[in-house]
């Protein structure tokens, strides 16, 4: 299908206040967020990184951890239907016996259709309880390739790159960004929007969690590096609408994947 004739998507970011949350009660929230939406409303909801548990939680992350069909998995596949949408999140995942910060997708029939390792592990903390990802993770929404990154993977040129060259649109990525950092997702994010041509959809929280102060500025970013939504401070649902034609139209007036051949010749 030809940019031209594809539907745009509709997405939408669940910028997550932190708490002090169980699971089962996360879920609950993000099903009143979209209950707001109300059903067929848009393609693709991103939640946050390690959203099933929250990120600054020490040891308990361990306790949480689970496969993509465990509890929370099967929950979120269940709005999934409920609400005609694809849903991605962030969450510990357990699988025989090891862990991993990982970000499963469910799409709208409730099927797992993509479950992303975060490739790197920028501290002890992670260091400590996941084992690295090996691997990147395309999946297709409404006819368009998804690439899947966490966190720390979106902030290397390498990576989005990787998606790019491997056929993605879009790169979505759930992250749990702090306010220090706030570079990353003003900066840095709209700048790996725009080397590549594609479309990011970054998932922040906002809040405190511990010593943690989150940014929130969740953000969907066009092809051309704009900003197409981006959140405030606070608990929200961002929205956007992804039109295809702007890919094209980015890599025309920019060619850095045609041309990429090229420099690297020298």
């Not at 708490?19 to 059903?39: S, V, Y």
Request: proline share 5%; aromatic share 10%.
């Amino acid at each position: 299908m030809n940019a031209g004739a594809r539907r745009a998507l509709r997405v939408a970011v669940f910028q997550y206040q932190a708490r002090d949350e169980q699971p089962k009660d996360r879920l609950n929230r993000l099903a009143a967020a979209l209950k707001n939406l109300g059903r067929d409303a848009v393609d693709l909801v991103v939640c946050p990184e390690l959203f099933l548990s929250g990120y600054n939680i020490g040891s308990r992350v361990a306790d949480l951890a689970e496969p993509p069909d465990g509890p929370f998995g099967n929950g979120i596949a269940a709005l999934a239907r409920e609400y005609g949408t694809a849903i991605l999140y962030g969450y510990p995942e357990l699988d025989n016996g090891r862990r991993h910060n990982a970000a499963a997708c469910f799409d709208s029939s409730g099927h797992l259709i993509a479950n992303h390792r975060k490739l790197g592990l920028p501290n002890e903390y992670e260091r400590s309880h996941f084992a690295c990802g090996d691997g990147f993770t395309f999946c297709e929404i409404g006819g368009w390739k998804i690439g899947v990154l966490v966190c720390y993977d979106i902030e290397f040129p390498e990576t989005v790159r990787a998606c790019a060259l491997g056929g993605a649109e879009i790169v979505v990525a759930p992250t749990a960004l702090k306010a220090e950092w706030s570079f990353v997702a003003r900066r840095m994010i709209p700048t790996r929007a725009f080397e590549n041509g594609v479309f990011v959809v970054y998932a922040n929280y906002a809040g405190q969690e511990g010593a943690f102060t989150y940014l929130g500025e969740s953000c969907v970013i066009g092809p051309d590096g704009s900003d197409l939504a981006r959140g405030g401070s606070g608990e929200e649902m961002l929205l956007a609408t992804l039109d295809a034609s702007l890919i094209a139209a980015a890599r025309t007036k920019l060619p850095y994947l045609k041309d990429r051949a090229a420099i690297l010749r020298v």
